[in-house]
């Protein structure tokens, strides 16, 4: 108990502060979902599959930002905070080139959806929000290398603040440009990609002030010269970073193709699996928070050699997750009107995403837990057999599953409650492999 009691303080100093962060992101995306969904079915639809589209892309190429945290981590429990410095100065060159590519892949990834079954009416609004979030692109591949060193050295609070101008700064650019107030014209759903753009450049800006400036990162002096990087650098956060970024390229991807299943189906269908899915992922903000806090706990424990207090922490991770995750059960299934009714004005809509948001609810559980799993074992620098892992159970069982049940069903086709049941199972798969992986490794 002495040792929950001290890992409970530990994940409150350093989760508090990632939830804040992650809240933030959250809200800049539900801001998009609303105000998007107030300027029409169309308009939200295409939003939605845009990013369905670009998210997956994002997480993907940027998994070697998300490598910083366990490295530094461990550097910064092993106290060489010289290497840290050196890492970092090698770290921002490789974000810049991640950042020009991905810049480039927003407006081509758009380009190749008009070969797909979705009105072209959507298609339109996707393409141009995709093209508006590549202006941005470079600047929050960069912002989240500065974030994951920041969040790898403890300071998990900078991180916050920044996020939370960011949200603040988004709301009103996103209302003024979906909307064309003040004289602008009006954009509908690609406004939401170019207020997504503005704030990314804003939080890196303020990012790159606060650890010129703040305490303790003016000891680690990541800006003072310029380092290119080395190739045994790019090889540790390819080793680390590369499954990062295709697991979470995967289970993003289960998303995204729920989206692309539900395309056909119409705006309804698919404004409604966007508002449950926002929904979702708000509340998962929570555990998302934890097994973020646990990587660099984890990784700090493990840089001190404190082998033991690391698999306590990893294994806490996973029951604050759960616990977590019954809390936004018992919200989403409360609330669920109320929430609903944050999203849209459509009675359609409305009537469909409430059904979906029972899938939502349960959801949370298996999400949960997996996250909880997920986090510690980065912090084990353990990511290769975690993506194989992911893999297996939503490409091979959940979005096959949910494809199926969606047009088929067991009696009949079950629509958008086929493919959630799909995620659902998915899920469910991956949390059991991650924990006997953690088992495992701890």
């Not at 892309?57 to 945290?69: D, N, Q, V, Y």
């Not at 892949?105 to 380009?111: M, N, R, V």
């Not at 698999?311 to 009107?337: P, R």
């Not at 510690?376 to 893999?391: C, E, H, V």
Request: with cysteine; glycine share 10%; net charge positive.
């Amino acid at each position: 108990m002495k040792d929950y009691l001290k890992e409970l303080k530990q994940f409150l100093k350093l989760g508090i502060p990632i939830y804040g962060s992650q809240a933030s992101y959250a809200a800049m995306g539900l801001t998009d979902t609303i105000v998007a969904g107030r300027a029409g079915a169309v308009e939200l639809s295409g939003v939605a599959i845009g990013s369905s589209v670009a998210n997956p892309l994002f997480f993907s190429l940027s998994g070697l930002m998300f490598a910083i945290t366990p490295i530094v981590a461990h550097l910064f429990g092993a106290k060489r905070i010289k290497d840290i410095s050196l890492k970092m100065k090698e770290v921002i060159w490789i974000a810049l080139g991640v950042g020009l590519i991905l810049t480039l892949a927003y407006p081509l990834a758009g380009s190749l959806l008009r070969f797909s079954s979705i009105d072209k009416e959507i298609l339109e609004v996707t393409f141009g929000y995709l093209s508006a979030l590549s202006i941005g692109a470079t600047a929050i591949v960069l912002f989240t290398a500065l974030r994951c060193f920041s969040e790898g050295i403890t300071q998990t609070r900078p991180v916050f603040w920044v996020a939370f101008i960011g949200m603040l700064v988004n709301i009103p650019l996103d209302i003024i440009l979906v909307n064309g107030y003040f004289g602008l014209p009006k954009l509908g759903g690609v406004g939401c990609g170019l207020a997504t753009s503005f704030v990314s450049i804003v939080m890196l800006i303020c990012m790159t002030i606060v650890i010129q400036k703040g305490n303790p990162f003016k000891e680690i002096k990541i800006f003072n010269e310029m380092k290119f990087p080395k190739l045994s650098t790019l090889k540790e956060l390819m080793a680390l970073g590369i499954p990062i970024g295709i697991g979470i390229f995967v289970e993003l991807s289960m998303f995204s193709g729920a989206a692309i299943i539900l395309g056909p189906l119409g705006d309804v269908v698919v404004a409604s699996h966007a508002v449950a899915l926002s929904i979702a992922s708000f509340f998962f903000m929570m555990p998302l928070s934890i097994g973020l806090a646990s990587a660099t706990r984890v990784g700090n424990l493990l840089g001190a050699s404190n082998f033991n207090g690391a698999k306590i922490a990893s294994f806490f991770s996973v029951g604050l997750c759960l616990i977590g995750a019954l809390i936004n059960v018992s919200l989403i299934l409360l609330f669920t009107d109320v929430l609903v009714n944050l999203f849209t004005t459509e009675k359609a809509v409305f009537a469909a995403a409430v059904n979906l948001l029972i899938f939502a609810a349960i959801f949370q559980l298996p999400d949960g837990i997996q996250m909880g799993a997920l986090g510690s074992l980065r912090g084990y620098k353990d990511t290769f057999i975690p993506m194989i892992f992911l893999g297996v159970a939503y490409w091979i069982f959940g979005l096959p599953i949910g494809y199926y049940l969606t047009y088929y069903g067991i009696n009949e086709p079950m629509g958008a409650g086929g493919v959630w049941i799909g995620m659902i199972v998915g899920l469910t798969i991956a949390a059991v492999l991650l924990i006997n992986r953690l088992r495992k490794i701890s």
